[in-house]
């Protein structure tokens, strides 16, 4: 059974880190470009940030672009999300995402459309 897990969530206070894995099993997505996405309460899941195949590209939402890096270790089959500087305003659940379209490049990443399998999510708690 191909499993995406999240984890590394939890309550934070605003300006402070922390650092989503996501850990692949039942099949390796070291092929594949994968993401993260987040969905506040009353929202819809947004883009929070994509990484190609080898981690050599990557995309970031506005709204995080120079506070979060995504990262990956193929050997490991796990992502990673570092967030830093937090806010309120980033309290969501991140999920974790993989598709099988191995040749989807660019701003495609940015669709929930492309990605085929997603993780159950992890919840990330900002305080002010």
């Known amino acids: 059974q191909v499993q995406l897990v999240e984890s590394g969530g939890g309550l934070v206070q605003a300006g402070g880190s922390l650092t989503l894995s996501c850990a692949a099993s039942?099949?390796?997505?070291?092929?594949?470009?994968m993401g993260w996405f987040r969905q506040a309460p009353g929202k819809e899941r947004e883009f929070v940030a994509a990484s190609s195949w080898s981690g050599g590209t990557t995309y970031y939402a506005n709204s995080v672009k120079g506070r979060f890096t995504i990262s990956r270790d193929n050997a490991k089959d796990t992502l990673y999300l570092q967030m830093n500087s937090l806010k309120p305003e980033d309290t969501a659940v991140y999920c974790c995402a993989a598709s099988d379209r191995t040749a989807v490049a660019g701003i495609l990443l940015l669709r929930r459309t492309v990605y085929d399998y997603w993780g159950q999510g992890s919840q990330v708690t900002v305080s002010s």
């Open positions: 039942g099949r390796t997505f070291s092929n594949s470009p």
